[in-house]
């Protein structure tokens, strides 16, 4: 061990001292006084202090528990107390060494002889020395010269103890530096203890977050378990599915085949229904005409209205309420009048009833049959009420339209794909006016073609994909009707009004193509012109009267099977020619008014729609084609 500085005699140790420093103090509390400069003697003390420093080492090493540490450390400040009580004992004999030191250099006093030991160097008694007679000279030297040995024994001692205080004291030096070090050791080891703290806390956190976390997982293990019988459930059912969907696919594979048979043979049908349709239609008459009465209007109520009788679905007898007297022979006349025709509908019908009889019609034009459909009457009698209708109650128009779409939904399904298009005609004091296209600078001229029929140049053909759309499309053309008029009700009823709906349809698989129209004409008043009418109203009337007059005229020609059929002689005519002869089929109500003030108007009309009815037109063709076919 390196020999260290003495320390100063006023530094004492720490009171926290260590184990360490407990028996460092006991292994120096009673050194060997002579032998410790010995290195024989020396030896047993080294390894005492090694076998200190060994275990200090040791503690160093070991994992110290804080609460032992410390009550060791309590321990140790006791005996670190008693050390530096001997501490102070060895101050205190070095001080008397050092007086008796000086005493001998000055021969003042004569010191107490020295004391072998250490430990009771300071604490010996002096010898009482023999009191020698002042003349022994020699005996007192003696005296004194024993004394002096035995001072120099003391100092030698007190030497000897010097260096074992130095050694202690380097030792205490030592283990202060120890006793720092474990201090700090302490500090850190604290610092640990208070990190432990709270790795302790967050464990029992932790702990506390497994538990709740196990519940959680329980919870989800038992759902997993009831998830996994359901999906057990769901593949079992499933497996069935899949079974009776293979079963399923069968059948429908079957069913497929066995549909394409029976689409096959739907479509067989079709014609043949086709045919005898149409051959049901030729019987009945290319040319049907109904009458309809309109009853009277709650406005009306304080008018007197005609006799009606109904004797049959198809006859109607007019008569006056107020017969009149024959002023020759004084006898009332007579004023009943009786009608034929195919139906006679009374007040009560509705528009339903009417649209049966007119929806065969309309099957005929999805046939590939142009068809015509005319509302005569005077003005005010209901041809476009009966055309157009109301929201509750449809007219023929909205009907037709309704049916048309719904049919090609029908025969769609039988590999028939339809077009269907519009337009919308005015025939106003002998002009054309397309009701699509308010450009008036366009000139609209008809032709008529044996291939392609009635024409018209410049016409505005709408596609129409709904029954809506066509809806929409109609009041875009009463709109335009009605801004050309400055009286729309006056020139409603002067003028025709034309809706014509053009149906192609296409069978890719049999190669068949029907092209069919069908036209649905409100026609102007049927009344004749009073003498009292003058002007444009009688250029009006007469035009009109004209074109109705026409009308009868070309139904008469082909009723007489005449040569010459006057088509051109009116708009209205040329227009409708490819609908009114031929193959085409025509439906014509009459409408009448139910006052009596219409009754001669009223007789007109219905003695006009009678000899429309004698007519019977002579069909081009009476077998349906079974291969493409156009019937225009
Ligand atoms: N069957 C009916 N049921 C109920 N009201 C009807 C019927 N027929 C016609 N009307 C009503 O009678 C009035 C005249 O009918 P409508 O306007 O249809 O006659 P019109 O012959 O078309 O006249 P115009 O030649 O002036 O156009 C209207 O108010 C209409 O609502």
Not at 45 to 73: I, Y
Not at 200 to 213: A, F
Not at 366 to 385: E, H, I
Not at 506 to 521: A, C, D, F, H, P
Request: aromatic letters at 6%.
């Amino acid at each position: 061990m390196s020999k260290l500085p003495i320390p100063n005699s006023s530094r004492t140790l720490n009171s926290q001292n260590s184990n360490f420093v407990k028996t460092a103090i006991r292994s120096h509390e009673a050194p060997p006084s002579s032998m410790d400069l010995n290195p024989m003697t020396r030896a047993p003390m080294l390894r005492r202090r090694s076998k200190s420093v060994a275990d200090l080492n040791s503690l160093r090493n070991k994992p110290v528990n804080f609460n032992t540490f410390k009550a060791g450390l309590l321990k140790s400040s006791t005996t670190c107390k008693q050390s530096q009580a001997v501490q102070k004992k060895i101050v205190s004999r070095d001080l008397i060494g050092t007086n008796l030191r000086n005493k001998v250099v000055q021969g003042t006093k004569r010191p107490a002889p020295p004391n072998k030991t250490a430990d009771n160097v300071g604490e010996s008694k002096p010898k009482l020395a023999k009191k020698l007679p002042e003349w022994d000279y020699k005996g007192r030297f003696l005296q004194l010269k024993e004394k002096y040995q035995e001072q120099q024994e003391i100092l030698k001692i007190l030497r000897i103890k010097e260096t074992q205080y130095d050694y202690v004291q380097a030792n205490c030096m030592e283990l202060e530096q120890a006793l720092k070090e474990k201090e700090n050791e302490n500090k850190i080891l604290q610092e640990k203890c208070a990190g432990f703290d709270q790795l302790k806390r967050l464990n029992s956190e932790l702990e506390k977050k497994y538990e709740e976390t196990h519940v959680e997982l329980q919870t989800v293990l038992q759902k997993n378990k009831e998830l996994k019988e359901k999906l057990n459930e769901i593949q079992d059912r499933l497996n069935k599915i899949t079974k009776q969907f293979e079963t399923a696919d069968k059948e429908r594979t079957d069913l497929t085949k066995a549909l394409a048979f029976y689409k096959e043979q739907m479509l067989k049908f079709e014609l043949e229904r086709k045919i005898l349709h149409n051959t049901i239609q030729d019987l009945k008459g290319n040319i049907r005409v109904f009458c309809r009465v309109r009853p009277q209007l709650s406005s009306e109520l304080d008018k007197i209205p005609c006799r009606f009788e109904f004797p049959e679905d198809n006859c109607l007898s007019i008569g006056k309420n107020r017969e009149s007297v024959n002023q020759i022979t004084g006898k009332p006349t007579e004023s009943k009048t009786e009608f034929l025709f195919d139906r006679v509908f009374s007040q009560e019908a509705k528009q339903n009833e009417i649209f049966e009889e007119l929806s065969q019609l309309v099957q005929s034009a999805l046939d590939g049959y142009n068809v015509c459909v005319l509302a005569y009457g005077q003005t005010g009698s209901g041809k476009t009420f009966t055309m157009q209708g109301t929201e509750g109650e449809r007219g023929m128009i909205p009907q037709t339209n309704a049916m048309i779409f719904e049919k090609i939904a029908l025969l769609e399904t039988l590999g028939w794909t339809y077009n269907v298009e519009a337009s919308f005609i005015e025939i106003y004091n002998e002009n054309v006016r397309d009701l699509l296209n308010r450009d008036n600078n366009l000139k609209l001229e008809i032709h008529f073609n044996e291939g392609r029929g009635t024409t018209v140049s410049n016409l505005m053909k709408v596609a129409v994909k709904s029954p809506t759309e066509l809806e929409k499309f109609m009041i875009q053309a009463s709109g335009i009707r009605a801004t050309a008029a400055t009286d729309f009700n006056e020139h409603s009823s002067r003028s025709h009004f034309v809706t014509k709906i053009y149906i192609e349809g296409r069978n890719n698989q049999k190669e068949l193509t029907y092209i069919g129209s069908i036209n649905l004409v409100d026609l102007a008043g049927s009344e004749s012109a009073k003498q009292s009418v003058q002007g444009d109203r009688l250029k009006e009337t007469r035009n009109i009267n004209k074109s109705l007059a026409t009308l009868g005229d070309v139904i008469g020609a082909l009723h007489n099977k005449a040569k010459h059929v006057p088509y051109r002689n009116s708009k209205l005519t040329y227009l409708l020619q490819s609908s009114l002869g031929g193959n085409s089929k025509t439906l014509m109500i009459v409408n009448v008014s139910p006052l009596e003030e219409c009754f001669a108007e009223s007789v007109n009309a219905l003695r006009f729609a009678s000899k429309v009815k004698e007519v019977k037109m002579v069909s081009k063709r009476t077998k349906m084609p079974l291969t493409s076919i156009s019937l225009n």
